[in-house]
């Protein structure tokens, strides 16, 4: 089965400070990786994907993630966080012969001004 | 506009009475999903459907049933609410699973007293 492992459940930055997540992942098979976010009191919306192609993919608002798949890991960055990058961010995998995305428990982003 | 609607957003009943929360789609999205998202778990899936009339269990069905009669709508029904069900559900749909990425609904807060 596949499982999504976020290790930094809380992080917080200053206004400025630079940003990674780490998101690991374990499936065998080719995956697709996504990471998500969740502004406080709103759905969830898709940060970037990744399908094929350039391991380093980049999303909306400065983020980009980069796959390296022989340590299985999906891991989120943006140089220089702002205040309203305050979120809770989910990777997610599909291994595309699975039916389901799998959603890690998230990071809770704090960024003081 | 593209969207997943779900009703009710915020609900407040007790054990055993019988609810549905509703989910559309105007997308025509074959995929459609249920989570439930719990703090420290992340998104478990509960059930989901690859089209009309086919529907499927996830990680955590117990308690809850779906139904897909027409491919808009993935009504979510809870025939006997218990407290362990108090939960923040989201509804979300994807063109097609298999690259695709979800779209989420805004998202429904279920409180069992």
């Known amino acids: 089965a596949q499982s999504v492992s976020q290790h930094n459940h809380h992080v917080i930055l200053s206004e400025a400070a630079s940003l990674e997540l780490g998101c690991n992942y374990s499936y065998g098979g080719t995956v697709n990786l996504f990471w998500y976010v969740q502004y406080p009191g709103q759905h969830l919306q898709l940060l970037l994907k990744y399908f094929s192609g350039d391991p380093l993919v980049k999303g909306i608002k400065g983020f980009e993630a980069e796959f390296i798949k022989s340590k299985f890991s999906f891991n989120l960055r943006k140089p220089s966080v702002q205040w309203s990058d305050t979120a809770e961010y989910f990777c997610?995998?599909?291994?595309?012969?699975?039916?389901?995305?799998?959603f890690g428990t998230g990071t809770r982003l704090l960024v003081s001004p | 506009e593209a969207q997943v609607t779900q009703n009710p957003r915020y609900l407040i009943t007790v054990t055993g009475k019988k609810l549905t929360v509703t989910c559309s789609q105007n997308m025509n999205h074959e995929y459609m999903s249920w989570y439930r998202q719990d703090p420290g778990l992340g998104l478990r899936q509960i059930y989901y459907?690859?089209?009309?009339?086919?529907?499927d269990k996830g990680d955590v069905p117990e308690g809850y049933k779906v139904s897909r009669k027409e491919k808009r709508n993935f009504p979510l029904i809870l025939e006997s609410p218990s407290p362990n069900q108090t939960s923040l559900y989201f509804c979300?749909?994807?063109?097609?699973?298999?690259?695709?990425?979800?779209?989420f609904g805004e998202g429904s807060r279920l409180t069992v007293l």
């Open positions: 997610a995998v599909n291994g595309v012969s699975f039916q389901k995305l799998v």
């Open positions: 979300a749909s994807s063109f097609s699973l298999a690259p695709g990425e979800l779209f």
């Open positions: 459907s690859m089209n009309v009339e086919v529907t």
